[in-house]
């Protein structure tokens, strides 16, 4: 198969260029030449390799359900919305190996899952046994491991405890992902509030304050220099947390990745004041923050003091939130959508406006989660030999953007935001996925994707 026509959008810039796709994989990258039968004209459209999120939440199991509407339903959204490949989080029951908590993700995910697919694992126990399954871990192709230094009572690792994982992620040539608020400080905040009667949704943001994402971002950053563990902050949600890690990132001491989340760029804490609806669709951890936050953020990710735009993509549908906001806002699940909308708002709200290039968003969007994610040799750029995830998307379309994914999206931040912008076609892997927007088949075509961190490979 050959595309045809269009202007590849790589890293480097645009390029007027044609694709070759053989067995699953990109054959061949060369000059345009004229369309023969059976090419596909991408003629006035850009050519994309396959989004790669590196943050999501797709069958999480609650009490009360799900998460996401299940991997059926978040892997649809994502295809539709131009990701061919997430990773997302195994997360251990307390005194589950964490060994037989991904082989629980996997049972749930495989045959069921539209995208491809790779797990990062939770840590929340960090007794030498559980520990002991990190390198086997690493070596199975799982190199990512997530710590809580948020949730008193439930996820949270003291900073003790933290260390110690450190030093054991480190000494397998992993990455730690932290998400980096203080729980001490949040669990004061949470009772002063609720002393006062305060339960509503609105108040949640006020339990999780800016001063808690500062402190809990310096600690895990002097740590990471004591242990020299490679260390991603996931969802920075401040200017002010991404300055930090730039800060450090500049004396040197440890590998350090900072991931922005798409609710954090482009949603704002306004929603916590418009209608008790609104706010329960935006409880999310860390919360949503001032608008003039945002626009520094979108500074620090089109110029690289930002890695990689992420969704965090943990969506609860308005019933279930609701539900649970009978016992108080700490008890509504914490979560946000993203997955279908991160290409298409982020270009209409980052390079429409001239905020980004369109080398750099597809560089955010694919190309470094790929490689900070240890896919970096075969998905997130249109490289020959790498697979052939490639997306078409039509830059000024002349027609109107359909909401994606599932139709219940009440509740959801980004129900009626302007967009500009469309995904057409889809292929995974040589397969086409999407065809003029719409999904060709439900057919879980999704692979599990072992990974190699780029430290690891000489
Ligand atoms: O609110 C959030 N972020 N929910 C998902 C869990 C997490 O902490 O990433
Ligand atoms: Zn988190
Ligand atoms: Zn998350």
């Known amino acids: 198969m050959n595309i045809r026509g269009g202007t590849l959008i790589t890293r480097d810039g645009p390029v007027e260029g044609d694709i070759t796709v053989a067995d699953g994989r990109i054959s061949a990258v060369e000059p345009r030449k004229p369309l023969s039968d059976g090419d596909v004209d991408a003629t006035g459209l850009w050519v994309l390799p396959g989004g790669v999120d590196p943050h999501t ?180 949600s401040l200017a002010r947390s991404a300055e930090l890690l730039n800060t450090a990132r500049a004396a040197g001491h440890a590998s350090l990745v900072g991931e922005v989340c798409l609710h954090h760029l482009m949603a704002d804490d306004s929603l916590y004041q418009a209608g008790h609806e609104a706010a329960l669709g935006a409880i999310c951890s860390p919360p949503l923050r001032p608008r003039e936050n945002g626009d520094g953020l979108w500074d620090m990710l089109a110029d690289g003091r930002l890695d990689m735009l992420a969704t965090d993509h943990c969506e609860f549908p308005l019933a279930v939130k609701a539900r649970a906001a009978g016992g108080g806002f700490p008890a509504v699940p914490n979560g946000c959508g993203g997955v279908g909308e991160r290409l298409v708002l982020s270009y209409t709200q980052g390079v429409a406006t001239g905020r980004m290039t369109p080398a750099r968003w597809i560089d955010t969007l694919a190309t470094r989660p790929a490689e900070l994610m240890g896919l970096g040799d075969r998905k997130g750029a249109l490289t020959p030999g790498f697979d052939a995830d490639i997306v078409l998307f039509d830059p000024e379309p002349s027609y109107r953007w359909e909401p994606l994914g599932p139709s219940d999206r009440a509740g959801s931040i980004w129900a009626g935001l302007p967009a500009r912008g469309v995904v057409k076609d889809v292929w995974l892997r040589g397969t086409r996925v999407v065809q003029g927007g719409r999904l060709v088949s439900n057919t879980p075509g999704g692979c599990f994707l072992p990974r190699l961190l780029n430290s690891r490979k000489d």
């Open 57 to 236: 939440h797709f069958g999480m199991p609650l009490s009360g359900g799900i998460s996401s509407l299940g991997w059926r339903n978040s892997s649809t959204a994502a295809l539709l919305g131009g990701t061919t490949t997430v990773v997302d989080f195994a997360n251990p029951a307390v005194g589950e190996p964490l060994g037989a908590a991904v082989q629980r993700w996997r049972d749930m995910a495989d045959g069921t899952i539209l995208c491809d697919y790779g797990l990062h694992v939770t840590v929340t126990d960090t007794s030498p046994e559980r520990l002991a399954e990190i390198p086997g871990l690493v070596s199975v192709g799982l190199p990512t491991f997530k710590g809580f230094l948020a949730y008193k009572g439930r996820l949270m690792l003291s900073a003790a405890h933290m260390k110690t994982l450190m030093a054991a992620v480190r000494e397998a040539g992993g990455l730690l992902l932290v998400h980096a608020e203080d729980g001490e400080m949040n669990a004061v905040a949470e009772k002063v509030l609720l002393d006062l009667g305060r339960i509503g949704p609105s108040y949640h943001p006020d339990a999780h304050p800016a001063e808690s994402e500062e402190k809990a971002v310096a600690e895990v950053l002097a740590l990471a220099a004591e242990t020299g563990c490679p260390l991603e902050i996931v969802h920075i």
